[in-house]
């Protein structure tokens, strides 16, 4: 079975500030995908970025970027130029590659409570 | 637009009733989950569909059952044997097959006890 664990449950960042949320994972499985999801207020659930684990190439998008580091099963997110939209729950979780057939069976990690201060 | 729709956005449960919520998607999309959220605890998975008329427990299935009649459609059913109901409850879709498409969520169904 695969466990997510984030170990911040609560970080702050000044706008326009660059923060990072950190996220370790354990699996036996090569063949995987990890995401960042964000709920804001709404308890909207969001996909922020995602990172194919085969791929050693860092994800990107926008302003936002992942550090994988797969021997570490480490997997963090890096806010940059902080924005008051940003504030909301953030998940990482962890999927395995799929077979023909099978779905994207998702598992979350507890959360990180960001609040974006002006 | 398509999406995934999920009703009511809030119920309420008396003591020993069956509730069921609704959850709807125009995705075409093939398997179908239910997630549940408590505070502080992220997301855990109910059931899961991959396809209609098929359905698997997912890590905390006691007290739920569901349905997949339709394609587009899977219903939860929180039954008076879940004994702590009170929660978050988010549905999700996906594609199937080699891809690493992400899930889509609904916008949630909060569910309190009377």
């Known amino acids: 079975a695969q466990t997510v664990t984030q170990s911040q449950p609560e970080m702050s960042v000044q706008e326009a500030e660059t923060v990072t949320l950190s996220c370790t994972y354990d699996t036996s499985e090569n063949n995987y995908y990890l995401f960042w999801y964000k709920q804001p207020p709404s308890r909207q659930m969001i996909l922020v970025i995602r990172q194919e684990a085969y791929k050693q190439q860092n994800a990107t998008e926008n302003r936002f970027s992942v550090n994988f580091q797969k021997a570490a099963k480490s997997f963090s997110l890096k806010i940059s130029d902080s924005q008051l939209g940003d504030t909301a729950m953030y998940f990482c979780a962890f999927m395995k590659g799929r077979e023909e057939t099978s779905g994207s069976r998702l598992t979350f990690g507890e959360g990180t409570q960001l609040t974006v201060n002006p | 637009d398509g999406g995934i729709t999920q009703s009511p956005k809030y119920l309420f449960r008396k003591e020993g009733q069956n509730v069921t919520l609704s959850c709807e998607q125009n995705?075409?999309?093939?398997?179908m989950y239910w997630y549940r959220q408590d505070p502080g605890q992220g997301l855990r998975l109910i059931y899961y569909s991959q396809i209609v008329n098929d359905f698997q427990k997912g890590d905390i299935a006691e007290g739920y059952s569901v349905s997949r009649e339709k394609k587009e459609s899977f219903p939860l059913t929180v039954t008076s044997a879940q004994k702590n109901p009170t929660a978050f409850y988010l549905c999700?879709?996906?594609?199937?097959?080699?891809?690493?498409?992400?899930?889509?969520f609904g916008d949630g169904t909060r569910l309190s006890i009377l």
């Open positions: 995705l075409n999309h093939d398997a």
């Open positions: 999700a879709s996906s594609t199937t097959g080699l891809s690493n498409q992400p899930q889509h």
